[in-house]
Structure formats: C-alpha cells, structure tokens
C-alpha cells in the first residue's frame, strides 16, 4: 500500500482525521512516542514527525506505542504473538517454518518475521533454538544422556547443539578483569513496571541489565563496571539490536508478553558462570533454595558462594537469580531489592498459568 504525501499526512494528523487511521502512523522525536492519525494527544510540532506505513514500522525505528491510541492494539499484538511464543514452547522439538507459524498467526511470513523480532528481541527461528536449549539443559538434569537429550530436544545432530550452547556459554573473565579495556559497550534505558531498567551489550550480547531509581545512578553502575570500555548511547532512531532488546525485556515486565530469550555475555569466575549458566536452564515459576541449587552444580558445601555468586549477577532477570530462596521460603537477599524480587517470582506465576 502507498503512503499519503507528506503534506497529506500533516494535514490528517493536524486534523486529528480518523479516516486515515491504517494508512499511515507518526512517531514525535521528542518524546519517542508513535501514534494513530487521530490521536487526541497533544499534536506536536510538524518537524518533530516521522511518518510510517504501520505501527510495525515505527516501533522497528524505536519508538514506543502510545497509550491513548495505541493500547488496544498493542494488547492484541502482544496477545497474538504471545500465543506464537507459546506454540514454539511447546512444539520445539518440531521443525516450524516461518510460514506455517505465519499461517497460525493469520500474517504473511515477513510480517510475522519482522513483529516476532520487535516484541521479543529474536527472530521466530532464534527463539525456537532458545526452547530447544532449555529443553537439552532440562533433560541432562533429569539423568538422560547427552546423546539422547540433544535429539528428543530437536536439535537433529551433536554438532548443533553445541553450537548453540556456545553462544550462552560466557566469556573468560580476562576482558571483565580489564575493565572492558578495548571493546565498545551500547547501553540504552527505559522505564518499566519495576523501575528504571538500564542494559548495556557488546557485540556477544547483554553483559548489564539492572534496575535502579534513575538513568544517571545507572549509568554511573555501569561505568564502574566497564570503567575502561568505550560507552555508547544507543539512539532509538537507530533502531539497533539494543534496542529491540530492551523494548522486549520492558514488554515482558510492563504488559505481560512472553520472556525475551536474549544473546548474554557473561563475565565472572568459573564458578559463578558455573552458577548463572544453570539459573538460565531453569523455567518461569520454577523456585530453588540456595542449598538446592549448589547441589544441582555438583558443589553441595559451597551454599555461600552460590549465594554470593547470585548477588554478583549483574544480568537482571535474562540470568534469573530471583528464583532462588532460602531454604526456609524466604526470599533472602537481591540485588536490585526484594520487592523486585517479590514481583519478578508473581509475574512469573501469573505467565506460569496461562
């Protein structure tokens, strides 16, 4: 379909024009936000426009959908593609094509493509490999072999599983020891239902994603973590990987779409990546004590450092330590603060019964 001209587009959202609404959708540069032609919000300056063939478009450019005229079809996107999510979840062993998810979701193969990858960060095909994974690391802990945990999972050979597994296996601590000295680290913030949450990646993924009262402690947080990295703003205009990231990671927690699978790049010791590698196996809604899960690492005396290893995480929620309690029920310490924490384990009960 062919857009209006521009000055036709200008004319519909000064006019606030709902016959328009379809054609086109706007986005403000000054407040990130994109909306419906006749939107009632308050109309902005002509300059500060960015005109777009569909809502899918615009949030690809990093805007955020507004909540006066957008909220309704939002929901219904998230709730569509959320039913995608949890078909893969539970049929990954299966080979789907784009187009037979597609079909499913009554939208043509590209546009599911393109939705799939802003709401949840990773195309249909990457999240399929996620499920995949989590059922290998879950059938392993369940006493099955190795050989016949990586077919039942459907990976269909030896060599794919572990080249999927390498990707969320970390990285040897010497570049963290540096203080990332060399490397380029993006970072981006929004506001979510738990706060300010600011996440920082490098070219192997996620290495920051933390909570705070504001963008400057933050920022200041991971700056003191990378303090010799090269660290840059990722501008939502430019529609990076980053930010795909983040927008879904904010979804997952303010409107209930289905937890992102996200690239993460772990630094640490050996035995901490031991500790958040295993965390990322586990599944929404599962709940483990501190001594329980030194023992599923096969260290069952070291219940301190595991509970050390977990309050050094510094991958909020894509490396799930809020999963784990104390032995009494208790929810025991957190990073970023035990009502998070507190939310975090409901939210993932909410998702768990669905």
Known sequence: MTMPTEQEMKAAVA???????????????????????????????????????????ALAAGFRPCKRCLAGDTRSRVAAL??????????????????????IAGLSPSRLQRTFKEAFGVSPKAYQDAARMRRFK????????VTDAIFASGFGS???????????????????????AGEVITFACRTTALGVLAMAATDKGVCFAQF????????????????????????????????AWITALDQYLSEGAPRPELPVDMRGTAFQIKVWTFLTSTQEGDILSYSELAQQIDKPKAVRAVASACGRNRIGVLIPCHRVLRGDGGLGGYRWGLERKQALIELEREHDCR
């Open 212 to 243: 705070g009262d504001n963008e400057a402690s933050l920022l200041a947080e991971l700056t003191a973590e990378f303090p010799n990295a090269e660290l840059r703003a990722s501008p939502a205009h430019d529609a990076s990987e980053l930010d």
């Open 15 to 57: 006019a606030r024009d709902p016959s328009r609404d379809g054609d086109f959708c706007y986005g403000v540069i000054t407040t990130g936000v994109c909306c419906k032609p006749s939107c009632r919000a308050r109309t902005a300056k002509p300059e500060n426009l960015r005109f777009f063939p569909d809502i899918e478009a």
């Open 82 to 103: 959320t039913a995608i999510a949890r078909y893969i979840d539970l049929n990954a062993e299966e080979r789907l094509t784009l187009a037979t998810l597609a079909e």
């Open 158 to 180: 030896i060599s794919r599983v572990y080249g999927e597994a390498s990707r969320d296996v970390g990285m040897p601590p010497k570049a963290y020891r540096a203080g990332g």
């Open 138 to 145: 879950q059938s392993l802990k369940a006493g099955e072999g």
